[in-house]
């Protein structure tokens, strides 16, 4: 347990962030009124989610490794906190969208529907809380993993 807990704890900071990011989302408007810009606002958060690996891998070398780390050790790490961060994303999906933003998935609906992007039925089908757990459970292991690789290459010290 000893060996994981800087990536476990990096997990949950990086989902208290999230957290935190979707409260600012709602807080803007993105989430209602400006929610025909919310699927390129929300990039803005891809350097925060890069800082967080940056910090884990960080850390992970600093106090685990004795100030070096191989690509492959730190790319393992990135890769655990990934996981850590996938298990715990339906956890924060729900959160969102059962306190923060409820509205969410209806906002979003009659904004594709009304704008003729999307039929209402399929709408429907991917604006629900089982589709948005399953993308962020997804794209927390694709988008973790690229950026553990990524992030690894420049955090390696020999």
């Not at 393992?76 to 924060?92: D, E, Q, T």
């Not at 609906?109 to 997804?138: C, G, P, R, W």
């Amino acid at each position: 347990m000893k060996h994981i807990r800087i990536e476990l704890k990096w997990a949950v900071i990086f989902t208290i962030m999230t957290l935190a990011w979707m409260l600012l989302e709602k807080t803007l408007g993105w989430h209602d009124e400006d929610i025909a810009d919310h699927y390129w606002l929300t990039l803005l958060f891809i350097p925060f989610a890069v800082f967080m690996y940056v910090l884990e891998i960080r850390e992970k070398r600093r106090r685990f490794y004795n100030k070096k780390i191989s690509w492959k050790q730190a790319f393992l790490s990135g890769l655990l906190m990934s996981v850590f961060v996938a298990l715990l994303s339906p956890l924060a999906q729900y959160i969102t969208h059962n306190y923060i933003t409820p509205e969410y998935f209806k906002n979003v609906i009659d904004y594709s529907v009304t704008n003729k992007l999307m039929t209402i039925e399929t709408a429907n089908s991917y604006f629900n809380i089982n589709s948005y757990i399953l993308q962020s459970v997804l794209g927390a292991l694709i988008g973790g993993i690229t950026t553990s690789a990524i992030v690894a290459v420049f955090m390696r010290r020999k």
